[in-house]
């Protein structure tokens, strides 16, 4: 599990390789995360927008916004929280993402909260460090 805390607010990440919808052979590899987003703080927040940056083994980024997740804004009071999971395609068995979640508080403030960084590993991978 990776994670980050950023004005209270807490991102959990848990990564997963999905070798069912991988074809190594064809340089797809398939992998799923789950998130929890914890509202610590004493605000009630919504989540507005997504900002990720993707990198592969090779180095090659590409970068992903949005609105939301999941087709979803959600608010979470003081307390709540929030969990849904995705998946992101790699060419390379091995790869890594982070990035930004757009907030704003109940006041009408926006600020942005950290995703931690976390690697993406498909069984029996060797990380290769460039």
Same mark, same amino acid.
């Given at each position: 599990?990776?994670? +980050?805390?950023?004005?209270?607010?807490?991102?959990?990440?848990?990564?997963?390789?999905?070798?069912?919808?991988?074809?190594?052979?064809?340089?797809?590899? +398939?992998?799923?995360?789950?998130?929890?987003?914890?509202?610590?703080?004493?605000?009630?927040?919504? &989540? &507005?927008?997504? /900002?990720?940056?993707?990198?592969?083994?090779?180095?090659?980024?590409?970068? $992903?916004?949005?609105? =939301?997740? $999941?087709?979803?804004?959600?608010?979470? +009071?003081?307390?709540?929280?929030?969990?849904?999971?995705? =998946?992101?395609?790699?060419?390379?068995?091995?790869?890594?993402?982070?990035?930004?979640?757009g907030m704003r508080?109940?006041? =009408?403030?926006?600020? /942005?909260?950290?995703?931690?960084?976390?690697?993406?590993? +498909?069984?029996?991978?060797?990380?290769?460090?460039?």
């Open positions: 599990m990776y994670y +980050a805390t950023t004005r209270g607010i807490e991102v959990l990440v848990t990564p997963r390789y999905l070798p069912q919808r991988s074809k190594p052979r064809e340089q797809q590899y +398939a992998f799923s995360y789950t998130i929890i987003i914890s509202n610590r703080s004493k605000r009630t927040v919504q &989540l &507005l927008t997504r /900002h990720w940056r993707v990198t592969d083994e090779t180095g090659q980024t590409r970068e $992903v916004h949005g609105d =939301g997740v $999941v087709g979803e804004q959600p608010v979470l +009071a003081p307390g709540e929280t929030f969990e849904y999971t995705s =998946g992101v395609p790699l060419p390379t068995p091995t790869g890594m993402m982070f990035g930004t979640y508080s109940d006041k =009408g403030e926006e600020f /942005h909260i950290e995703i931690p960084a976390f690697s993406l590993d +498909a069984d029996g991978a060797r990380r290769v460090v460039n």
